[in-house]
């Protein structure tokens, strides 16, 4: 093997063994670790199978094998992005609906305990002032 692929091999190799060890440490949620393997499994494969790469690379014109796993690579990692801004987007509206409906409980939780405080004749709790405290931090 030439020494450029040994050093795709051992990226490649290491890219997947940090993948694994984020999902052990539980920082890394298993659908997100499956993309991540299988980009690092498309470019070991590449890199190791320096034939596979010439071939492919010569079929569709690119003369230079390494500018095609640039390429992929460079690829790769753009379908990523795209997938995780396509999850914080939906993640964004998602924690936008919820704080809607947290402020809308707040307001009935509220309401609620002055209705009882006029029934009793005591004073309103003094959950809002916790809550507010609470909330600044």
Do not use: C
């Not at 940090?18 to 052990?24: D, P």
């Not at 499956?34 to 470019?43: D, E, G, K, N, T």
């Not at 034939?51 to 014109?61: D, H, N, R, V």
């Amino acid at each position: 093997m030439l020494a450029t692929q040994v050093i795709g091999v051992a990226l490649a190799l290491g890219f997947i063994l940090l993948t694994l060890e984020l999902v052990r440490q539980k920082r890394l949620m298993e659908r997100y670790a499956l993309l991540w393997l299988a980009v690092a499994i498309v470019l070991l494969a590449l890199a190791a199978w320096r034939g596979l790469l010439s071939t492919i690379s010569f079929a569709i014109g690119v003369h230079y094998p390494p500018a095609l796993l640039f390429a992929v690579t460079i690829g790769l990692a753009l379908l990523l992005l795209l997938h995780s801004t396509v999850s914080l987007s939906s993640l964004k509206d998602q924690n936008k609906i919820l704080a809607q409906r947290v402020g809308i409980l707040q307001r009935r939780l509220d309401e609620q305990e002055a209705r009882l405080a006029e029934l009793t004749g005591t004073q309103p709790s003094r959950a809002d002032e916790i809550t507010t405290s609470v909330s600044d931090r």
